[in-house]
């Protein structure tokens, strides 16, 4: 290791102060995150349904913002992953897009394994009627697309040991569509894929139970190690990680990452509030967004993701939990066991 290398390591690792907080992290600030929310949720979107103009703007957003972020893209089509979606409703056919960037691994033996961050940019559109009539989402999902985004600004130009992919998904809100279909057809290999650590609802602090500030949950808290990694990379940041007990395991299957975990990977959701006032209503918008909090616990994942990248060890589902059986079949399986 150079003396370069050692030093680039040491800020990384290197505890939050009060009035410093250590590279690359210190760019991810609640200016830019409420840039991107703001734009995600705004009208002119009109909700991001599936399929719509809407969400094809914001695919067209998230892919030009990873490319300022000098990303390499790792799609079918640039930062596309292109297939059809037929609304079974209407039974009108579209194009619909995961959008993918990928930050190179440099170790030679781990530059061809991957931990994937992820959230979901497609919302629930809008509705006829009177008054507001458009469901925004900038909790669900802007605030984690925002924060896939910070993390590919905060994380470009740097060497991690294994690969980063950046990922954002259509259709979660129609039934998980955008993430089963990267499962059915993964650009990187499954099987070389240690973890996915999925962004949801990290926006908002006034949770229904009572206000969240510098603390997140973990969907499926006790199925991997994945949350003792994220309780260190938190603690720089002054934020707590913590195992929900009525919601941390039926959330587990409620997100992206139950695509990844059905297919064997390690694969946990981060939350900041499971239920809040405006979940799925037209009223979650910007304006309710904790920037300064979301800030945080944005800062957190990614120490946590650097973490991941930069291990020798992958992420590895808890085989002593009964509930995490058919995920540890499905990852032998992966390993051809």
Known sequence: ??????????????PQTADKV???????????IMAHIKFLSSDLLEGRGTPSRGLDIAAEYIASQFQIAGIDPAGDDGYFQTTEYTNRRTQSTAKVRNVIGVLKGTDPKLKDTYVIVTAHYDHLGKREGEGDTIFNGANDDGSGT?????????????????????????????????????????????????ANVNLEQIGRTDDDEGPRVADFNITGFDFTNLSDIMTKAAK???????????????YFNASDNAAFANAGVPANTISTAYSFPDYHKVGDEWQKID????????????????????????????????????????WKKLQGG
């Open 146 to 194: 925002a924060g896939v985004i910070e993390c590919a600004r905060a994380l470009a130009g740097l060497k991690p040991k294994r690969s980063i992919v950046f990922m954002c998904f259509w259709g979660e809100e129609a039934g998980l569509q955008g993430s089963r279909y990267y499962c059915q057809k993964p650009v990187f290999p499954l099987a070389k894929t240690i």
């Open 1 to 14: 290791m150079t003396a370069l290398t050692t030093f680039a390591a040491m800020l990384l690792l290197a």
């Open 22 to 32: 250590p590279a690359p992290y210190d760019k991810i600030a609640p200016n830019s």
């Open 236 to 250: 720089q940041f002054g934020v707590k990680v913590t195992k929900h007990e009525r919601f941390s395991d039926p």
């Open 291 to 330: 920037a300064a909090n979301m800030t945080k616990i944005v800062r957190s994942a990614c120490a946590g993701l650097w973490a991941i990248a930069n291990s020798t060890e992958p992420v590895k589902w808890n085989e002593s939990n009964p509930k995490t059986k058919r995920y540890v079949d499905a």
